[in-house]
């Protein structure tokens, strides 16, 4: 989760163009995936339900990046 922290901030500090948005919200989704998943290793269908969500997180995700 760090690394898409990481990512937010450097391309709002460096003032990058929205085109990065995007790329940088499906990262942060995945990398939230990633972590529920691997809390849920009993649960060997958790990975499917998370990746059919990831267009949903990404979209909060980026929608989030955009308010001011």
Do not use: F, H, W
């Amino acid at each position: 989760m760090a690394n898409a922290i990481e990512s937010i901030v450097s391309n709002a500090v460096g003032m990058r163009s929205s085109s990065v948005d995007r790329p940088t919200a499906v990262a942060a989704a995945l990398e939230l995936i990633a972590a529920k998943v691997a809390n849920s290793p009993s649960d060997a269908s958790q990975l499917e339900r998370e990746m059919d969500n990831l267009s949903k997180y990404a979209d909060q995700i980026q929608a989030a990046l955009v308010k001011k």
